[in-house]
């Protein structure tokens, strides 16, 4: 009986382990993402980003704002109790003769019962309130600005996402070179320790063969340092803990471009508008501010008075009233006019920041394009210097086997074709970085 009950246990304990690692790695498998395009990760990240889900929380907010500011002009209805206990009741001296007293005399007069009890409710409503109305077109304006300033928000992700995007590629790819440099540097090394065997190879040159193939080396871990630096970065912009990029930086169709991107189609410029249009309502706001306001109100109480007493009945009976009130500010202080005064002032702000914006979008479009075209012109240069590089690399692992090659001369050959290689891979991730930039095409 003990040995089966050991038995349970064990298959118990298992189980348990192996639903635990189950649930860790089920985690695990959710915070990794697998993406095959940049159009596939700008997705993810508009739907899971930390940045993107708060700038889409923006325009909710104005909103509610603005529902906050309408709901001012529907009726209000309130219910109400009260209880109070007046331990000296309002008195009043009245004539005496007017209740059979003698002339001259006066008499006090009690008002109420020193316990009494009221409930009720009351209803208001604005008629006539141009403030209420400004303060509403003000909220208005802030919604519609808010759309804007969640999309320019957005669109900050994209672009930044987009420069890591295209830069992790470009590591990617270099990392891929350095593998083939290994392969290279090791080919040479075992060539150059063959001719050291034989005594036919200058010692420094075997011992430059071996650094290089050490540096080769470094060289891998220094760019797996940066390649992982650069994941981290979009993992950081994404919200996740491990991304894996499938695509590879492949060629591009280079298509010409002849003009920058129309900032109007840009939310930043969009946004500055309504900014500016939200500051014309906050002055609409300030100048409605001492005009008259009108509302009519209604009140209902049930009120009850005792003092306690034994044997004693209570009084109780009903008020009503209807109320039309009429609001006349005439000195706050100076506090409308101060209102409009800096109403002015960030009317003016919003204009000088509308013009600061377009001057902005402007120059970034143009630099956009300018750097796009200066990618487009290089293109030609690099693809025949890469392919020159390459032809030379060629040539230098032949004559280095066939021993007619010395190892500067290599060297410096296999240092050219590096260089032309990142060249042209930066060129090519700055060409498609900078082309969609310029059309917006994000």
Known sequence: MLILFSLYKVLFMRWFFIFINFLVLGTTARAQISVDGLDELLTFADRNSPAAKQTQLQPYMAK?????QAAVLYPKVNAFATGDYYPIL????IPAEALGGAPGTYLKAQFGLPYVFATGAEVSMPII???NWAKLSRAKAQFEQSKYSSNAALENLHMQLIQSYYQTLVTKEVLKLNEENEKTATELLRIMTDRNEQGVVDPADYNRAKNL???VKAARISNNQTFQQSVNNLNALLGTDTVVLNEELDDFEWPMLYE???INNRPAWQEAAWKVRTAEMSLRESRTGGMPNLSVSGRYTYNMQTNFE???NNIDFNIASVSLRLNVPLFQGGYYHSMQQ???LQLQTAKLEQKRTEDNLTKQQEDWLAQYTAEFNKKEVLTEKLATAKDNLRI??????EGVMEFDEFNTLFMEYNKARIEYLQNLADGILYHLLSTQNF
């Open 64 to 68: 509610q704002e603005r529902n906050m």
């Open 90 to 93: 309002a008195t009043q001296l």
């Open 129 to 131: 309130n141009m403030n």
């Open 213 to 215: 193939s050490l540096d």
């Open 260 to 262: 920058p991107g129309n």
């Open 310 to 312: 034994p044997n004693f």
């Open 342 to 344: 800096r109403s002015k």
């Open 396 to 401: 230098a692992k032949l004559s280095t086997k």
